[in-house]
């Protein structure tokens, strides 16, 4: 990225509504998901790709929406880098997701809802991405919230609420069902 590149504040809320459109359009269908994440070229904005989170798809707890973006964005370029990109996503990013954006090198990270607005939908780790960046060498950029009212809105869409509700229950069922090994 130039030295002296400055995204616009209308150029971020662009990125944003493009990928809250693309996770809106998801919602009811199995891949639903109110968090979704894209990798663009910090200068031209030029999309690399998207993704939305997959855990229960994937069975897997680290297919987050960020990390699938990241992973899937490092290969097509490939190469381990994201310098020169930037990373949007929908919601503020976890820890683990925060920790991969860091690594990967990606100029920007720019996030919608916050995860104080997550929390109240599903459990969160609170530690804030701008913590975790002041708490690396990395050089990154974070910042957010951006359109928090439309990706709010990805979470309190009633197909959305009630695939939270669903989870949470199938989550407490499974933990009581497991019998204790001993
Ligand atoms: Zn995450």
Sequence with gaps: MAPNHRISRDQDLEQMQSLVDFTRARLGTEAQSPFGSSVVETETGRLVLRRLNAVRKENDP????????????????????????????TCEPCPMCMAMALWSGVDRVVFGATIADASKHCAQIYV????????????????GPVARASCVALFEDPRMVEAMSLWRKSRR??????????
Excluded: N
């Design 173 to 182: 069922m499974t933990s009581k069902q497991k019998p204790s090994k001993r």
């Design 62 to 89: 680290s297919s987050h929406a960020e990390v699938r973006t990241m992973r899937a964005a490092c290969k097509r370029l490939k190469k381990p880098s994201l310098a020169g990109h930037t990373l949007y996503t």
């Design 128 to 143: 804030s991405a701008k913590q975790l960046q002041q708490r690396s060498d990395m050089d990154c950029r974070v910042e």
